[in-house]
T-cell receptor, first 110, second 115 residues
Framework: DAKTTQPTSMDCAEGRAANLPCNHS???????VYWYRQIHSQGPQYIIH???NNETNEMASLIITEDRKSSTLILPHATLRDTAVYYC???????????FGKGTLLTVNP | EAGVAQSPRYKIIEKRQSVAFWCNPI?????LYWYQQILGQGPKLLIQ????????DSQLPKDRFSAERLKGVDSTLKIQPAKLEDSAVYLC?????????????FGPGTRLTVT
């Protein structure tokens, strides 16, 4: 899996958009970008994933740059319940495993 | 749909004692994973099962950790004897093993404290 780099922590005001960056400059052509989040005292939760194109679901949007070297997870209207550690993972192995880094602690403030 | 179940949720033991954790994956999920998460770090994969066979156990400390998944459903992870550095949250996850899908469903974890 390609190495990913994320900021250690970020703050966001409730109701505003949260934009979480991730650098994956060594990503290979067949690797996907996956985002998970982990709310305190819970297991990680899948959010969204993409390969080349931008993706949107009910939880978030994922913007992947054209060269695929970086991506941004967007939570359009952050709530206090979105306070969590967000993990960006670049993966494409045939054994279907995930390698987690330390992630970004997003704190949504009232 | 029921999620991944784990028990116990919390366990406190003394070093050199043994402990076992249980996981019941989502029904129909062929792949099961055990992760160790030390405070302040992301989860680290310990072992991956496909049905009842081991796919990857390269990061499992085999001198003290063991895991099994009899009948390809439930799984147990055992530590014997425990060390202080084994204090962590042990997470179980399962997936359907669909091509090009890395979506895993995680249980709530078992928090182990070794004193």
């Amino acid at each position: 899996d390609a190495k990913t780099t994320q900021p250690t922590s970020m703050d966001c005001a409730e109701g505003r958009a949260a934009n979480l960056p991730c650098n994956h400059s060594t990503i290979s052509g067949n690797e996907y970008v996956y985002w998970y989040r982990q709310i305190h005292s819970q297991g990680p939760q899948y959010i969204i994933h993409g390969l080349k194109n931008n993706e949107t679901n009910e939880m978030a949007s994922l913007i992947i740059t054209e060269d695929r070297k970086s991506s941004t997870l967007i939570l359009p209207h952050a709530t206090l319940r979105d306070t969590a550690v967000y993990y960006c993972i670049a993966t494409g192995g045939s054994n279907y495993k995930l390698t987690f880094g330390k992630g970004t602690l997003l704190t949504v403030n009232p | 749909e029921a999620g991944v179940a784990q028990s116990p949720r919390y366990k406190i033991i003394e070093k050199r004692q043994s402990v076992a954790f249980w996981c019941n994956p989502i029904s129909g999920h062929a792949t099961l994973y055990w992760y160790q998460q030390i405070l302040g770090q992301g989860p680290k994969l310990l072992i991956q099962f496909q049905n009842n066979g081991v796919v990857d156990d390269s990061q499992l400390p085999k001198d003290r950790f063991s895991a099994e998944r009899l009948k390809g459903v439930d799984s147990t992870l055992k530590i014997q004897p425990a060390k202080l550095e084994d204090s962590a949250v042990y997470l179980c996850a399962s997936s359907m093993r669909q091509r090009h899908s890395y979506e895993q469903y995680f249980g709530p974890g078992t928090r182990l404290t070794v004193t």
